[in-house]
């Protein structure tokens, strides 16, 4: 079992790392431009993001086929998770997304009648 699930993650770093290899060919990049830099590390962290998906996807097959027992899935399952989130976060950070806390209505009602 924990063979199968070494080969499924190493699977997963190698697509990772030979990914940029492959589809980011024919992306220049200027010097000097952040604004590139920053879409680029977006695109890394997207593939990436797709990765931790599709290794979830293939732990619950897995589990559901009955090649994992229910330990192996709900801990290989919970550090996929963990990373996803780490993923997310980051792409996040470097989107410049502020998630900024919704008012409560009457807070709203007593600034519109000023």
């Not at 990765?51 to 919970?78: C, M, N, P």
């Amino acid at each position: 079992m924990t063979i199968v699930i070494a080969l499924g993650i190493a699977m997963a770093v190698v697509a990772f790392v030979a990914a940029p290899f492959f589809f980011g060919g024919g992306q220049t990049n200027r010097a000097g431009s952040d604004d590139g830099q920053v879409s680029l590390e977006i695109q890394d962290l997207l593939l990436e993001k797709e990765t931790v998906y599709a290794a979830i996807q293939e732990l619950d097959f897995d589990w559901k086929s009955g090649k994992l027992s229910a330990e192996d899935h709900q801990a290989a399952r919970q550090r996929q998770e963990e990373r996803a989130a780490a993923v997310l976060q980051q792409i996040d950070a470097l989107q410049g997304v502020v998630e900024k806390p919704a008012a409560p209505p009457k807070a709203r009602r007593e600034k519109r009648r000023g």
